[in-house]
């Protein structure tokens, strides 16, 4: 069975009687990545919830999500997709709230109705957010020449995949707009500068929304909380805190990234899997596999 659904849908439970069934042998299966930000909401989620999972990395610099293996679990290519004992679940948003209604452990979603609209509202404002642009366009030195220019790459390898296995020439020709999107965004300085300003537009927001209470739901630590943990995190990582909530700026946003940043999960799940020099050394790996292909097809 596969659950992808719609935006606002709440996610399917499993009926309490199956997952009583299953409680002893139940496998849950994540397939993910370190550095990729929607793999860490589900990780954060997963942590939050104490719930047990074995873990499948699809890394995404070596381009392992486009192989067809894996594009016939995920037809749309991207990580993280979590299965739990058959059942297959798309979209971090929608993975996120399957774990809280479906797994023991602390509740991240307001049973109140109002707070969990207005948990609902800001999951939706970050998930709907270009986060790929804001990364890839900012991210500086020689990292960022390194990530961005191995983005266009992605478009030969694709057509060549999209001749290779005609049964996916759909998911793969939808892959290919998506990366060409991708390089217009992360290449175009106007782009990339209103992407900026409208997370600032949003901090502004934010920062209303925490000035009143220490989470984003009043005292409830939320799905939302956890969303804009990996937000802040990544605009820190890519150098823009000064600008977002540096000098005196937005001071909310930035007592409230502290407080995001003692939460649980925050080093396991963030700080060690998306640092400087865990990226150079995935890099370093990349390159030497890719030109270690060139040799091979060469030779």
């Known amino acids: ?7 606002h849908c709440p996610p399917p439970s499993i009926e309490r009687a199956d997952i009583d069934s299953l409680s002893l042998d139940r496998s849950v299966v994540l397939y993910h990545f370190g550095p990729s930000i929607c793999s860490q909401k589900v990780r954060l989620t997963l942590a939050a919830k ?4 074995e873990s499948r990395e699809v890394n995404l610099f070596l381009d392992e999500n486009l192989e067809p293996e894996y594009m016939r679990i995920n037809h749309r290519g991207v990580v993280p997709t979590l ?3 058959g059942y297959t679940v798309f979209d971090s948003a929608t993975i996120m709230q399957y774990i809280d ?9 307001p049973e109140d109705e109002e ?6 509202h800001w999951l939706d404002v970050q998930d709907q957010f270009p986060i790929r642009g804001m990364s890839y366009g900012n991210v500086k030195g020689l990292l960022g020449k390194l990530v961005r220019s191995d983005t266009p790459k992605r478009v ?3 057509q060549r995949l999209l001749h290779a296995n005609p049964d996916l020439a759909a998911d ?6 998506d990366t060409e999107q991708w390089i217009d965004e992360q290449s175009n300085p106007t782009v990339v500068a209103e992407i900026n300003k409208e997370m600032e537009s949003l901090l502004d927001q934010l920062g209303q929304q925490v000035k009143i209470s220490q989470w984003i739901v009043g005292d409830e630590f939320t799905l939302a909380d956890i969303a804009w943990m990996t937000i802040l995190a990544r605009i820190d990582f890519v150098g823009l805190a000064p600008v977002m909530w540096g000098g005196g700026k937005r001071p909310e946003v930035k007592e409230y990234y502290k407080r995001l940043k003692n939460a649980p999960g925050f080093d396991t799940e963030i700080t ?3 640092n400087h020099f865990d990226m150079f050394k995935r890099f370093s790996k990349v390159f030497a596999s890719k030109l270690l292909g060139i040799i091979k097809r060469d030779a």
């Open 115 to 120: 707070k969990s609209r207005l948990m609902h």
């Open 272 to 274: 060690r899997s998306q």
């Open 1 to 7: 069975m596969t659950i992808h659904l719609r935006e």
């Open 50 to 53: 104490a719930v047990k999972w």
């Open 156 to 158: 030969g390898k694709i």
């Open 172 to 177: 793969y020709k939808a892959k290919l707009r």
């Open 83 to 85: 299965i739990d004992a």
């Open 101 to 109: 209604r479906n797994f023991a452990g602390p509740s991240l979603i």
